[in-house]
Antibody, heavy 123, light 108 residues
């Protein structure tokens, strides 16, 4: 059974770098027709897509975060990571990793999610 | 970026009610529209993909439809586990997918 598990620092100081990892079990992140993504949700607010490794090999980033975000993948460990630098209080959110089914004609639903990790930006 | 506008933002309903939520795109997105339910304290789960296709394992009381740039999620008979927040999600722009602001369904 597919499981995604986020891990990383839960408290980050302003101006520093937020680092998270998503460990995937029950599936391979190299599997055809699947992409892998990060999203976030500030407390009490809606969902925001951060970026993904698309199944074509291209990495896409949210244009509003692109200058601060780096996604990376470690296929040997079957995990992928997020780094967000120069954080402020506005980056406080629950961060989710998710799998994207990219084989359904490009409709790209997020079909499996991690439980989420609350990251607080505070001094 | 493509903006997705959901309505209403909140609605109060009772168990057994028929509920309809609407999502409108700022431009044509064909049927590149997915729907999610997010129960309190939990991650979202996909209900509908490609505007009207029921995700495997999702109960048949959920359905989706499209009329040009307006999309509708219908719950035919609201169940206790359906008191949640619902989001639409466009993937017409592969490079910039976006979500609607959400619709919170509360108990009347």
């Amino acid at each position: 059974q597919l499981q995604l598990q986020e891990s990383g620092s839960r408290l980050v100081k302003p101006s520093q770098t937020l680092s998270l990892t998503c460990a995937v079990s029950g599936d391979s992140i190299s599997r055809d027709n699947y992409s892998w993504s990060w999203l976030r949700q500030p407390p009490g607010k809606g969902l925001e897509w951060i970026g993904y490794f698309y199944h074509t090999g291209t990495t896409y980033y949210n244009s509003s975060l692109k200058s601060r975000v780096t996604l990376s993948v470690d296929r040997s460990k079957n995990q992928f990571s997020l780094k967000l630098n120069s954080v402020t209080a506005a980056d406080t959110a629950v961060y989710y990793c998710a799998r994207v089914f990219s084989g359904a004609g490009g409709y790209d639903p997020f079909d499996s999610w991690g439980q989420g990790i609350l990251v607080t930006v505070s001094s | 970026d493509i903006e997705m506008t959901q309505s209403p933002s909140f609605l109060a309903a009772s168990v057994g009610d028929r509920v309809t939520i609407t999502c409108r795109a700022s431009q044509s997105i064909a049927n590149y529209l997915n729907w999610y339910r997010q129960r309190p304290g939990r991650a979202p789960e996909v209900l509908i993909y490609a505007a009207s296709n029921l995700q495997n394992g999702v109960p048949g009381r959920f359905s989706g439809s499209r009329s040009e740039a307006e999309f509708t999620l219908t719950i035919s008979s609201l169940q206790p586990e359906d008191f949640a927040t619902y989001y639409c999600h466009q993937t017409y722009s592969t490079a910039q997918p976006t979500f609607g602001g959400g619709t919170k369904v509360e108990i009347k």
